[in-house]
């Protein structure tokens, strides 16, 4: 079965690469995957697998082997894309100015599409179900994957186990990471208001001088951090807009600030949001001005099932080597794969894609990101391996 597998993924790769240049070149946000979502039915329809739309642009598709009660597994992607303009030039540049495949979505697509035409081909080789989980809305709250749970994606039939893999730059193509327990951060999103009467910037006592205090808020914000958290607890705060005035000699009105907070501790996660919104009130009061702050719940920490884990690293070393198969490092960043491996045993694992000879080194989110597309062989073939071994 292993060498069917790797046969069939190194057949299909040119066809796969093609499949990923299309998607590349037509990203959408999150959310308005309407195109990605009829291109996938599509494929799903070309070779006879069943699928339902669920979340508005959500596909799900099911594969039958032999015993298909035997085991249920549940293969994830995600669909979006970020709002970035490319700077690639590239054939299959996208399209879609000022929206980029930036996280490399398009490639976790293309891997499952192409893991369920590995399977399909295969169905009378393998036991149990695969259920196929293409999925919006990754990059955006409330997250695309508690939409799909809400709308049954985790029943009818229920996965025992969910796999899911994620581009990175920063491994080689050919390579893979796994590891267990706590793997990736929560991710809430700080949203606040700082609003006073604004005036003459060269008369500042005949009003609160809301720029000045915004900037002792963000610093102040830093203490949660730095002297209430326990320093081996990861966590991180970062302030990353404030926006207000358009003049030189006015004092605005009203500043807005954004920020995120990731923790890998629920219960120290929310007491900081406590001490987020007291901080914030009392201190914007004191000096003069009022506020309004607001604190989006959103992703919980990812936690990747030891055991699952530990499995899927070891089959993993049998399709690529033990040298190629190492173990992903901790990491502040968040994903809402989290939303699964909180209801069912999950395994978040890692796709090298970089190739530093060939200058692919720039990271997810920048609008010089790609991959080298010997990755594309790779992932799809360790996604349809995993899933009939696990």
């Known amino acids: ?83 970035i303009v490319e700077e690639n030039e590239v054939a299959y540049k996208s399209t879609n100015h000022g929206v980029m495949h930036a996280c490399g979505h398009d490639v976790h697509t293309t891997c499952l599409l192409g893991a369920a035409k590995i399977l399909n081909e295969t169905k009378d080789d393998w036991e149990g179900t695969v259920k196929l989980i293409f999925q919006p809305g990754e990059e955006k709250n409330p997250g695309g994957a508690s939409l799909l749970i809400k709308e049954g994606v985790l029943e009818n039939p229920a996965p025992e186990k969910i796999l899911a893999l994620h581009v990175h730059p920063g491994m080689e193509a050919g390579q893979f990471s796994f590891r267990g327990g706590m793997v990736m951060a929560s991710a809430d999103e700080i949203y606040i208001t700082i609003k006073c009467k604004g005036g003459h910037a060269a008369a500042p006592q005949f009003t609160a001088d809301s720029i000045l205090i915004a900037s002792h808020l963000v610093i102040s914000l830093q203490q949660i951090i730095s002297r209430n958290n326990n320093p081996f607890n990861p966590s991180v705060l970062s302030i990353t807009a404030m926006n207000g005035g358009n003049t030189t000699n006015v004092i605005p009105s009203e500043v807005k600030l954004m920020g995120t907070f990731r923790a890998m501790n629920e219960e120290w996660r929310f007491k900081a949001h406590e001490m987020i919104i007291k901080q914030t009130k009392e201190l914007v009061t004191a000096m003069g001005a009022e506020v309004d702050v607001r604190i989006d719940v959103g992703y919980p920490f990812v936690f990747n099932n030891e055991a699952l884990s530990a499995e899927a690293r070891a089959i993993a070393e049998q399709y690529a080597g033990t040298d190629n198969v190492s173990e992903t490092e901790l990491r502040m960043g968040a994903e809402d794969f989290a939303y699964y491996s909180h209801k069912i045993p999950g395994c978040f694992f890692r796709l090298g894609a970089g190739n530093k000879a060939k200058g692919i080194t720039s990271n997810v989110h920048t609008p010089t990101f790609n991959i080298d597309e010997a990755a594309i062989e790779h992932g799809m073939g360790m996604m349809a391996w995993l899933a009939v071994k696990v």
Not at 9 to 28: K, S
């Open 1 to 83: 079965m292993l060498n069917t597998i790797k046969n069939l993924a190194r057949t299909y790769t040119n066809e796969f690469i093609e499949v990923r240049h299309h998607l590349h070149a037509n990203p959408e946000l999150s959310y308005e995957e309407y195109n990605t979502s009829k291109f996938i039915q599509s494929k799903l329809s070309e070779w006879n697998i069943p699928f339902e739309v669920k979340a508005t642009t959500g596909v799900v598709g099911l594969i039958k082997g032999k015993n298909p009660d035997k085991k249920i597994v549940a293969l994830r992607a995600d669909m979006d894309a970020l709002p």
